[in-house]
């Protein structure tokens, strides 16, 4: 990359500002995700582990052993909740999946190092626990946002052995990546986030997916087409660290922005969303009915 002023990394990546309503948009999604909380039968709270954030929601579907689809917020880990997500429950589980929306703590609080490894825990939890509320261990996927998309497609790549021995080598069967940061090496060059995440050289190269061996479950990494320059090249760049195979999906979608292209998501005719029933492979689709 060529030598950039800290302004032009600011101005790449502070989508808050980028997007001039991201306000309004980040309120209709809280009061969306209350109305699911409220209208949907839904889990909210387990602990996956000891401390305060370890808390997950999970929204069942109304099928027997559902794949297990887990969101993963953005807010380049130090902002949002799992709380601001619920409102992408409803029309998977409509679909039959069951969803499961994981909580970590943020920074400067701790590092993205603890909140990869609170996310190790919480998928744990999923794999442990998830047949016990009508999902299928055997059909994890992840989709996430923005630094929810880094810490999905860090995930893809963790030797679950080594985290317990009652784990599977393959417990992650795809991660759809959206508008997600791949390489955290340009974050440390944003002023108005490296206050808060405080990375170094050895933490870029140690948290970057794109340093990572590409994992063997399928890997989908879309973008906005409205998004930034360096959105855009986030998405590629994994598409070139980890080759075609690992990542068959690369591609912008046309005329959303960072914030709403989860509304892609959320919409059963979305790109994205047709996207993620595919890693699930969910069949059963009640809209048709």
């Known amino acids: 990359m060529r030598q950039r002023s800290p302004d032009w990394f600011d101005a790449q990546y502070n989508n808050r500002l ?33 401390g305060p954030m370890e808390r997950l929601d999970l929204f069942p579907a109304d099928v027997h052993k559902a794949p297990i689809l887990v969101l993963i917020h953005g807010g380049y880990w130090r902002a949002l909740d799992k709380s601001d997500y619920s409102f992408l429950a409803s029309a998977f589980a409509d679909e039959g999946a069951m969803v499961i929306v994981p909580n970590y703590s943020l920074c400067p609080e701790v590092g993205i190092d603890r909140i990869a490894l609170q996310l190790v825990q919480a998928l744990a939890w999923v794999w442990r626990h998830a047949a016990e509320h009508g999902g299928d261990p055997n059909r994890i996927v992840l989709a996430g946002h923005s630094a929810g998309g880094h810490l999905a497609t860090m995930l893809s790549c963790c030797d679950w052995k080594s985290v317990a021995p009652d784990l599977p080598h393959h417990l992650v069967k795809g991660v759809l990546s959206i508008s997600g940061v791949h390489d955290l090496a340009p974050i440390r060059q944003a002023p108005f986030l490296q206050a808060d995440l405080n990375l170094d050289a050895d933490a870029v ?27 855009k090249r986030q998405t590629q760049l994994l598409r070139q660290a980890w080759g075609q195979r690992a990542v068959p999906i690369c591609e912008e979608i046309p005329g959303f922005n960072h914030f709403d292209i989860l509304h892609d998501l959320a919409d059963p005719e979305g790109r994205s969303h047709r996207l993620a029933r595919k890693l699930l492979e969910l069949r059963w689709y009640s809209a048709l009915l």
């Open 18 to 50: 980028r997007v001039s309503h991201s306000a309004v948009l980040l309120d209709r999604w809280a009061r969306a995700s209350q109305l699911v909380r409220e209208k949907m039968f839904c889990k909210l709270n387990l602990a996956y582990g000891e």
């Open 205 to 231: 190269r140690r948290l970057s997916p794109v340093h990572f061996p590409a994992p063997e479950a399928p890997v989908y990494a879309i973008v906005g087409g409205d998004e930034s320059e360096e959105f």
